[in-house]
């Protein structure tokens, strides 16, 4: 396989362009356009056929559908595809797919570099992105490059890369996509798991609980209720119930997160509340995400988020009268693990083998992919597999270019495999 690892080198420099010009598409929530289409041009330059595939406006009252952070019109993912000549065989077929909505970076701080400039230091690219997950689609189109290069007549079967929205907030991207008929035999999500293969992640929900005040001016507050100062309670209220799931978690584990000693985390990641600093304010809002076990559906979860807060709230004098609201704000991501034996995860841990000299790790994760779908609810077996990246979510992420490369040569083994062609 020497030629193929040569070829992924010889466009090495073309994947760090690439790379870059995603990297400073700031592709936040709503704003995907841009860096789709950089990804569509690659595409179509790489022999794909490139659609671009609406969201219902509706996909949010979708039962499987994550609550809507911003309108769907003039919103769309994109999906390449291409189809081989069949080898006389059912020719197979794969699904690529990555998401290209990345979290904000607005407050940038604690950066070393502007979050979107995508500049390289020590043989890492820094960006909002970069690692999560832009990377991922580079890899791929590095390896079908690298195939068409070396192998030409490679692919025998149906070949997609799907590049979707609101995988960080709803995962409304890859369901929309799911009923819109864009499925496979298998799917390969290019996740950065440092060349692990990923197999399984955990119930995660999004809540926001509102707390309810008395406004009035800060120098006549006398009657005025502050709902700032109860956050205790609710913060009080919840660190109980994360701390209940993972005493539940030691004493029956779920097997497969056996592993990880403390895999429910209920996360405050975003605190509003007040207009004025002179003004007591009305209310404040907790934007909440709570990982879960995964014998309880998303509409459980949120109840008992909601019961461990009213609790709380009983024995308080204003919040037993003035009860907190608490209602679904975003993910509803079920509990999946992938069979470890499925033909596509054997597949891609050869291919591994072969390109990197030793099995790969496998493993679970606190928190959750789009793979969920095609495991739990479209019948098709999933792995998530992708470069090494470091910080993502945080001031200046980053993803290791060899890693990238190292990616490309293992997702070209498994298509190559894939479709038939171990010569």
Known sequence: MQDIDEAVRERADAGVHLLTELVRSASTLGREEGAQEVLALALGDAGFAVERLPLPVDIDEDPLGGVRQVPYEGRYDVVGRRRGTPNGTRPRSVLLNGHMDVVPAEDAGGWSVPPFAGVVQ????????????????????????????????????DLTVLSVIEQECTGNGTLAACRAGVLADAALLLEPTGLDILLGGIGVVWVDVLLHGRDAHAGAAEGSVNPILLAPVVLGALADLEQEMNEAHRADPDPAFADIDRPYAVNIGRLEGGLWPSSVPEATRFCVRVGHPGGWSSDEAIARVDAAVQSAAAAHPWLRDHPPTVRA???RAERYAQDPGAPVVQALAAAHADAHGSAPATTTVASTTDARYYVNRFGMPAAVYGPRARNVHGADEAVELESVLACASTIARFLLAWFGDRA
Do not use: N, Q, Y
């Open 329 to 331: 704000s975003g993910h």
């Open 122 to 157: 020590d043989g890492w690219l820094i960006g909002r992105g970069a690692g999560d997950m832009k990377c991922g689609f580079v890899a791929a189109l590095l390896a079908v490059e690298a195939l068409d290069a070396v192998r030409p007549g490679w692919l025998t079967g």
